[in-house]
């Protein structure tokens, strides 16, 4: 069963607190590991590079020291983004997900059996560790929340309302947001098309929840307005219903 | 943004690798770390007894010494299974997440700060963890990919076909599997409803992929003709689809 056959640890609790103390930069720049972290090796990525596609077959670890990679899932030329990778972030090249850097990025890469040997020698390395697993963990959980829980359109304003409430400014008729994202980057976010994201986000301003002000720049009008959109929808009926996943693509084997 | 705010580790192949090696059970059963372990209580949980709900605000950390546990996500009544847990596992209780016991069950409980400074003394904890946790995102990554890339209809047969890889026999006419879940356990696992999980199962048993010999028993005809069936579906076109995942349900809050 893939679903799950597996004994699983969660570990967000800890992950919060211990990220607090330990932090793998604290780890790199001590003196007393020099030895062992120049076996790492240093690589730059241009922006759009590829550090690993879903097809890699070599099992190797690697840091990010600084920018931005972006981690996702593929099938039959449809992407689906799991999560961002920014610095600090310690990631195991894996054959399922392939790596792209969306900044200019330098990472520090090394074996499995490499990083292992530094586990067992390097206190604080696994608390850092398992730290930074635990938020994946979180992610992955509230990836799967959103996917089985909501529709796009939800998905599409609980997006939008992250983003005004992270770096969202107070203008004058409501929230002012800066769009970063492409169309098709918002897409694999939530799981979805480019054009039903379009479609969606276009029906969001021509019914006035949205203003547009320019390519970049949205303002929500109002948040509690737009939150309460996503439940007070007339919802199909869970029990009614026959297909949550469209048939989107079938070749994707499962292991 | 809750899909990718966080940096994230991953470690499939590392914990592949390391699990193999360590095991909590030696950590427990190493007489060293008797005084330790002696301040974790251990509580024992009656078939379908509850360890903790969504609600819970408590953060413990528990090993399961025997039995079997389901942590799933729920919302307005209706739930999706993320992982089993079984012997050995170790799981922070969660805001987001529900615990029942499938089985009778034995787990050992203590508080985050108790498990931390059992971290930072008792070496081969974190490494025990850290392989238990890449299992846990193996699987969370999985289900996200069945989630994104496949309908109901595919992610039934793919849970059929694992079923028969993992406990099918070989007879006369097919494989046999002993179906030990209930419609409504098939869809939780699949991020569906009873009724269509029930609907597509007959469709498949209508039209001669699945023989089903009694309530407990199917017979798989040709397992490459039923995965066949997976890829060769008129399947709608992603671009034009615009809801991949039903109005469902509203109220559910991202964090």
């Known amino acids: 069963m893939s679903f799950n056959d597996e004994a699983i640890t969660i570990h967000y609790g800890l992950c ?23 076996s790492f090796a240093v690589r730059k990525i241009a922006e759009h590079g590829i550090v ?8 190797s670890i690697f840091i990010v020291l600084s920018g931005e990679l972006r981690v996702y899932l593929s099938c039959e030329g449809r992407e689906f983004t799991l999560f961002t990778l920014e610095p600090e972030a310690v990631f195991t090249t894996h054959a399922k997900m392939s790596v792209v850097a969306t900044k200019p990025s330098e990472i520090l890469v090394t074996s499995l059996r490499n990083f292992e040997n530094a586990l067992k020698t390097i206190p604080g390395l696994s608390v850092a560790i398992i730290g930074s697993m635990g938020r994946g963990l979180g992610s992955a ?7 089985v829980f909501r529709d796009v359109k939800q998905r599409l304003i609980y997006f939008l309302l992250d983003l005004a409430n992270e770096r969202g400014c107070k203008v004058h008729g409501g929230v002012s947001i800066t769009m970063d994202y492409k169309i098709e980057e918002i897409a694999t976010l939530i799981g979805s098309s480019r054009q039903s994201t379009s479609l969606i986000l276009n029906e969001l301003i021509k019914s ?26 007339e ?21």
Request: aromatic content about 8%; charged content about 30%.
């Open 16 to 38: 919060a607190a211990m990220s607090q103390c330990f932090s793998i930069f604290d780890i790199l720049e001590n003196p007393e590991h020099d030895s062992f972290f120049q």
């Open 52 to 59: 690993c596609d879903a097809g890699t077959t070599e099992n």
């Open 141 to 147: 959980v509230r990836i799967i929340e959103g996917l």
């Open 208 to 233: 006035g929840y949205i203003l547009r002000v320019s390519r970049k720049q949205l303002v929500i009008r109002d948040l509690r307005r737009l939150k309460r959109l996503t439940e007070s929808e």
């Open 235 to 255: 919802l199909s009926d869970w029990e009614e219903e026959v297909c949550p996943i469209p048939l989107v693509g079938a070749a994707g084997r499962r292991n």
